[in-house]
């Protein structure tokens, strides 16, 4: 465990008789509920108890009862996340707390032990630590100041010489004084010619020979009479039968079934008559 904030075993020798032992822990469970509303708690409760630590958030006990019952009584380091570490270093352990609290809670109470363990407690001590944490926020990260113990000395003048400027462009003696003096040194725009070139002509165009005949266009080669058809109509075998079904091409049993059919039926009735 690192370094403990406040430890409730230290405030039992303070306490008045007529309240109880754990009334104690009413002011660090106060400052540690806040801290569980605003999100300055570490994540070591979610990991080892996250239904109580729900239940906490959702204010189903206070945040003494918690204290108590899961972090010893105490309010140490490793409760708190780097936010909230920082915060407790500089307000709760330097006493700023608990004059706040006494200031805000104590009023016709006897003591800051009779403050009653209530959420309602929490919400009337929060716009107090709000406004602390806030200020604590804005002076820690507010930008630091130049320091004038140490005075920033003055640059110092260079002694090496500088290169010399480049001469300016001569103006034409021949331009306008209010034109620009590079434009009597820009070239004349190139002039378009209207009529043709002298040493080009154009030939005219031929006239088609008048008996020349007609041109003869081929007749179309007919595919299925092609050789590259009829070569590949060759390569398919004669027993295929998808070229059977597709009625492209005729069985080549036919014929030989006949002739066998024929046979047969012969000599049945052969045998027919041989009996009779």
Request: net charge negative; glycine share 6%; with cysteine.
């Amino acid at each position: 465990m690192g370094r403990v904030y406040d430890d409730y075993q230290e405030h039992r020798s303070r306490l008045p008789g007529d309240v109880p032992r754990k009334a104690g822990a009413t002011h660090i469970g106060v400052f540690f509920a806040w801290c569980v509303e605003r999100g300055l708690t570490s994540d070591i409760h979610e990991k080892d108890r996250p239904q109580e630590f729900a239940r906490l958030q959702r204010r189903f006990y206070s945040g003494r009862d918690y204290l108590l019952q899961y972090m010893e009584g105490r309010l140490a380091e490793e409760h708190l996340g780097n936010a909230g570490d920082d915060f407790a270093e500089s307000y709760y352990v330097t006493g700023r707390y608990l004059e706040d609290y006494e200031a805000t809670l104590k009023a016709h109470r006897p003591s800051l032990y009779h403050v009653p363990d209530t959420w309602e407690t929490v919400d009337a001590i929060a716009p107090v630590l709000d406004r602390r944490f806030q200020a604590w926020r804005e002076d820690r990260f507010a930008p630091t100041q130049p320091s004038t113990q140490y005075p920033v000395p003055e640059p110092v003048p260079s002694t090496q010489h500088s290169a010399p400027e480049p001469d300016p462009v001569p103006s034409a003696p021949h331009a306008a004084p209010d034109s620009d003096p590079l434009e009597a040194y820009a070239p004349p725009p190139p002039q378009l010619r209207s009529e043709p070139d002298p040493g080009f002509e154009i030939e005219p165009e031929t006239p088609p020979y008048p008996d020349a005949p007609p041109p003869v266009s081929e007749p179309a080669a007919d595919v299925n009479t092609s050789p590259f058809k009829r070569a590949r109509r060759r390569k398919r075998p004669w027993t295929s039968w998808e070229a059977i079904r597709s009625r492209r091409l005729k069985a080549p049993g036919k014929k030989v079934g006949q002739g066998i059919l024929i046979a047969i039926l012969a000599i049945l009735y052969g045998c027919v008559t041989s009996f009779s």
